[in-house]
């Protein structure tokens, strides 16, 4: 971390994330992180542990921001009781969808805790919901929203998702639905079983 933080330099806005693989007897460590200026660690302890978790963010300066452990709204009403972190990564696929999603955006909206759109390798369908989530108010800090070039050969979309300059994803709000179109062609092309239930 420090020599990334070198070769940035202190305008660059860095986070890290640890998918679980510390305990708190590392919190003297993650305590080293607090020098980088580090918008965030992402869940640093086990998925299960948010009190753990509310003891190691009254050690740290940088904010800890929950994923796996945010499952639903009562999740995230817990981390915040608990104060086991101070953001909040939302994974449509992973709290049970949009509703989900919603209500904890909501409810983070309503206590000041900023959130994130995170992706679990959607095709663009899935990227689409998750471009539109990511566009309300309290989804204040980048997204994982990634062009379909980068997961795809080709995606099941048109137009693709990309990315301009400024690693901004557009929002189509002058398109209706989705604001893609599925490619047809390509999903037949992709079919390898079909079954129709009525």
Avoid at 78 to 102: A, C, E, H
Avoid at 123 to 131: D, L, Q, T
């Amino acid at each position: 971390m420090r020599a990334v933080r070198d070769d940035l330099g202190p305008a660059a806005h860095l986070m890290v994330d640890a998918n679980s693989a510390y305990t708190l007897n590392d919190a003297e460590l993650l305590q080293g992180l607090d020098a980088f200026g580090l918008l965030m660690i992402e869940q640093p302890l086990g998925r299960d542990d948010l009190v753990r978790h509310a003891a190691l963010q009254r050690l740290l300066k940088t904010p800890l921001c929950l994923d796996e452990s945010i499952t639903d709204v009562e999740r995230a009403e817990d981390m915040i009781t608990l104060q086991s972190g101070r953001i909040i990564n939302i994974k449509p696929g992973r709290v049970g969808g949009f509703t989900q999603s919603i209500a904890i955006h909501d409810l983070c909206l309503r206590h000041g805790i900023p959130v994130w759109c995170g992706g679990m390798l959607e095709s663009g369908i899935g990227r689409a919901h998750n471009v539109a989530l990511a566009s309300l108010p309290n989804f204040a800090l980048p997204g994982d929203l990634s062009p379909s070039a980068r997961y795809w050969e080709r995606d099941i979309v048109t137009p693709e998702w990309t990315m301009d300059r400024e690693g901004m994803v557009r929002v189509p709000r002058d398109t209706p639905g989705m604001g893609v179109q599925v490619d047809i062609d390509r999903l037949e092309n992709l079919t390898v079983r079909r079954e129709v239930l009525e």
